[in-house]
């Protein structure tokens, strides 16, 4: 079983491009069957990480491959 917490540690790496694309900021979860229905990326800071943040990435799970001991590689195509 993994926590949550340790799903913020891991980065995000896109196969489709090999661009690394941040770390998780928040997971959302069916409350009805405990399952986890996407991952969210939060965007950068947009001055040196202050003055709001750029557009959150929205993960479908089905879109994650492979979750592994650093990284998490999800196949997103810039169309998403």
Not at 36 to 49: E, N, R, T, W, Y
Not at 53 to 78: C, F, M, S, Y
């Amino acid at each position: 079983m993994v926590r949550i917490s340790e799903f913020q540690t891991k980065d995000v790496v896109n196969v489709a491009n090999g661009k690394k694309l941040g770390n998780i900021g928040d997971i959302d979860i069916d409350l009805e069957t405990g399952q986890i229905q996407s991952l969210i990326i939060l965007g950068a800071g947009k001055v040196l990480g202050l003055f709001g943040r750029e557009e959150e990435t929205v993960i479908p799970w089905q879109n994650i491959v492979k979750v592994g001991a650093d990284v998490i590689l999800v196949r997103l195509h810039e169309s998403e």
